[in-house]
Every structure is written in C-alpha cells, then in structure tokens.
C-alpha cells in the first residue's frame, strides 16, 4: 500500500478530526453513542433506527449501533423481577 498521510479524510463523528481511516481512533464508538442517544432522546422506532444506521459506513458499525439502540431502548428490568425469583425459590 503507498497510503500518505496527505489523503486524510474528515472523522466521521462530525468532530471535525483528520483521519486516514474513516473514523478517528475510537470515534466509532463515539458516534454509535452519540446515535444512541438520539435514539433515546427522539425515542426511535426501529424503522428510526434503521434509518440511522444507514449513516454508518459499515456492516459492522450498524450491528454495532443496532445492538447499542436496542439495549439503550428496552425496558428496563424492574428490580422486583429479581426478588420474585428468589421468593420462588425459598
Ligand atoms: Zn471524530
């Protein structure tokens, strides 16, 4: 490869770093959290979520991101759930 550091491309993430890759080493995950948290703050139906990760550059990114979204949107366990469970079992 004859890459030079003069073919630099804007990160990603819209944090207006240099990079020769596509994202700024961890800005990655930067933006899947900054995704996220729009998903969270708009509250994104998947067809939102899938909308958004269109915007990521790979395969690999959007399982990331879809994953992310998913965790960050699902209900989250009510702590009786865990004492119900131990109550079955004494
Ligand atoms: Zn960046």
């Not at 073919?7 to 961890?26: D, V």
């Not at 979520?49 to 990521?56: D, E, H, N, P, Q």
Request: proline share 4%; with cysteine.
């Amino acid at each position: 490869m004859n890459a030079k550091a003069t073919n630099l491309n804007a990160c990603l993430c819209g944090c207006g770093g240099a990079t020769r890759a596509t994202f700024c080493a961890g800005h990655d995950a930067k933006m899947i959290s900054n995704l996220v948290a729009v998903v969270v703050a708009d509250s994104l139906t998947k067809a939102g979520i899938a909308k958004l990760a269109k915007s990521l550059p790979s395969d690999a990114l959007r399982a990331k991101f879809e994953r992310a979204a998913a965790r960050a949107t699902a209900p989250k366990p009510a702590p009786e759930a865990k004492a119900d469970a131990e109550e079955v079992a004494a």
